[in-house]
T-cell receptor, first 108, second 114 residues
Framework: SQQGEEDPQALSIQEGENATMNCSYK?????LQWYRQNSGRGLVHLIL?????REKHSGRLRVTLDTSKKSSSLLITASRAADTASYFC????????FGAGTRLTVKP | NAGVTQTPKFQVLKTGQSMTLQCAQD?????MSWYRQDPGMGLRLIHY???????DQGEVPNGYNVSRSTTEDFPLRLLSAAPSQTSVYFC?????????????FGDGTRLSIL
């Protein structure tokens, strides 16, 4: 069964705007990871946040984790058309479980 | 550096046929796994391996077999294909079984069962 659930399922924004995607999960985790999937390709790892961390940055990406609310968010700042992809959160405890993803479209 | 390589990229099978999906990685990773991706359901773990000679079941193992005779290769076998196994299959690997490791994915095998 899925552990993480992304929200929204789809998001459409203009180039230069920020995109925020959320992930909620049900049980305790060791860490949470975000992945990107371009159409027809495999998943690419973006960022990993451990359960004892609250925020992490990588370039234009900012991830937060609230273990009390069992939720995480991924913020992409100053989005570009090349950011168009599906984004997945994956929760890790004894194994890795993926959510159904958020489909992000960035219009030029 | 090829990373994770999956073959074939596309395959059409008839119900009842068997086939093997190939996965190879050249990063000397200990951990390898197979997922299937269905619309609206994200990725679900089929089988995984923590090292050569060691495999275990994931979330949806029925109808699939795996083996790990070398560190590099982790083939997935469909024993008797069923339409419910129509999906996109991804192989992934990571450096170790330490859960704080990102996974590296292949580009997938798109499988249709008629």
């Amino acid at each position: 069964s899925q552990q993480g659930e992304e929200d929204p399922q789809a998001l459409s924004i203009q180039e230069g705007e920020n995109a925020t995607m959320n992930c909620s999960y049900k049980t305790s985790i060791n860490n949470l990871q975000w992945y990107r999937q371009n159409s027809g390709r495999g998943l690419v790892h973006l960022i990993l946040i451990r359960s004892n961390e609250r925020e992490k940055h990588s370039g234009r990406l900012r991830v937060t984790l609230d273990t009390s609310k069992k939720s995480s968010s991924l913020l992409i700042t100053a989005s570009r058309a090349a950011d168009t992809a599906s984004y997945f959160c994956a929760t890790v405890n004894n194994d890795m479980r993926f959510g159904a993803g958020t489909r992000l479209t960035v219009k030029p | 550096n090829a990373g994770v390589t999956q073959t074939p990229k596309f395959q059409v099978l008839k119900t009842g046929q068997s086939m093997t999906l190939q996965c190879a990685q050249d990063m000397n990773h200990e951990y390898m796994s197979w997922y299937r991706q269905d619309p609206g359901m994200g990725l679900r773990l089929i089988h995984y391996s923590v090292g050569a000679g060691i495999t275990d079941q994931g979330e949806v193992p029925n109808g699939y077999n795996v083996s790990r005779s070398t560190t590099e290769d982790f083939p997935l076998r469909l024993l008797s294909a069923a339409p419910s196994q129509t999906s996109v299959y991804f192989c992934a690997s990571s450096y170790s079984t330490n859960s704080n490791q990102p996974q590296h994915f292949g580009d997938g095998t798109r499988l249709s069962i008629l």
